[in-house]
Nanobody, 125 residues
Framework: VQLQASGGGLVQAGGSLRLSCASS????????MGWVRQAPGKEREFVAA????????YYADSVKGRFTISRDNAKNTVYLQMNSLKPEDTAVYYC???????????????????WGQGTQLTVSS
């Protein structure tokens, strides 16, 4: 599956932004979708993931209560709504997809088979 992330930009602390990730592959509704971010000089960090049906979601503690992941299988798109943004949220955000395992497998492993190109989020203080 091919993924195209968009929606990044520059926002002030406390602001909101929504990222989108469109898939051009088939059987989008069979994929676990995730968002992973990487800040300068740091390793990739799990942000959020959603099951193929959208019925299950999981968030990193650092974004819980501020970010919401959702998907529209009819549009082959997954979203990341980000509220109450903080400077420490600054990173390149990648969407990712995989269909081999359940949602829980990817939280620690980040072992997604497909990755988008990333979109930059910068939060100014």
């Amino acid at each position: 599956v091919q993924l195209q992330a968009s929606g990044g930009g520059l926002v002030q602390a406390g602001g909101s932004l929504r990222l989108s990730c469109a898939s051009s592959g088939r059987a989008f509704d069979s994929y676990v979708m995730g968002w992973v971010r990487q800040a300068p000089g740091k390793e990739r960090e799990f942000v959020a993931a959603i099951s193929w049906s959208g019925g299950s979601t999981y968030y990193a503690d650092s974004v819980k209560g501020r970010f919401t992941i959702s998907r529209d299988n009819a549009k082959n798109t997954v979203y990341l709504q980000m509220n109450s943004l903080k400077p420490e949220d600054t990173a390149v955000y990648y969407c990712a997809a995989d269909s081999r395992y359940g949602l829980g497998y990817y939280i620690q492993s980040l072992d997604f088979g497909s990755w988008g190109q990333g979109t930059q989020l910068t939060v100014s203080s």
